[in-house]
């Protein structure tokens, strides 16, 4: 296995991400996310405004047996503001941060994101990496997100958030498993890309311009262990195709160009979790 971080540069315009197949060291985290180590609140946060570094938080969610494996943060065009700004930590329970230790090419993670200008509470969701690509995915509506406003006890409700995100794996679990066991047509799959398109470059309406790429570019599996035509397997190809980009298109132009990965930690967010969700309702459907 390889221990060594790969840093993307940029996830996608402005914002950096690094990911690792061991557990990140603070010093690693700083050179990519230093919001995380921000030492005060942004100017424009009122008295009422709790505020905790994120580093103090993820140290107590160490102690609970949490080690960050992602993290990732933005940019923000106001000056001044960068060290506040959004940032994203994806973290695996000590339980499952090893993918030798486990039975499911899939890791449980609970995904942080945290904010210090006021653009975000304490937020944690349910996410999944696919050790064959570390790629990550956003759980949609199978289990509720937990939200922790900046005031209180911070720290201990983010750290009772996090375990309660894990007790709700076991329907997430349900829910891949679901996946797996149907197969797709050709047609269902198609259909299912479509839709994808339609998430990811916005509905098809008289005078806007067609997507750059295709349904069928979006079904295109990057490695042999992504062939194959079950619902998550289908899934898992059109999240990685869509969020990673890459991909040869034409601009509205004609131009050759090359689609790119998605641009801001919410929208890679909301795209997963409409994704995750447009995958259920085809496994209703089918089942």
Known sequence: MNQNPTLAARFARNTRVLRSEVALSE?????????????????SRSERYTYIPT??????????????????QGASRVEG?????????????????????????EAREVILINSHDGASAYQMLCGLVRFICLNGLVV????????????????????????RVLQDFEAVDASIDGMKALNLKPEEERAMATAALALRYGERTEGRAPPPVTAEQLLEPRRPEDTGNSLWVSMNRLQENMTRGGLAGRSPRGRRMQ???I???????SLNRALWMLAEEMRKIKG
């Open 140 to 163: 949609g509506d199978v289990v509720k997100d937990v939200r922790v406003p900046h005031k209180g006890d911070v720290m201990g409700e983010v750290i009772d958030g996090a375990f």
């Open 263 to 269: 641009a801001s930690i919410d929208r890679g967010v």
């Open 81 to 105: 503001k960068t060290e506040y700004t959004k940032h994203l930590i994806r973290l695996r329970h000590h339980r499952d941060a090893d993918p030798r230790a486990r039975a499911r090419p």
């Open 27 to 43: 010093d690693q985290m700083r050179g990519v996310a230093p919001s995380i180590f921000a030492e005060g609140k942004h100017a």
């Open 55 to 72: 580093i103090d938080v993820l140290r107590g969610l160490r102690q609970e047996g949490f080690e960050p494996f992602m993290v990732a």
């Open 259 to 261: 689609t790119r990965p």
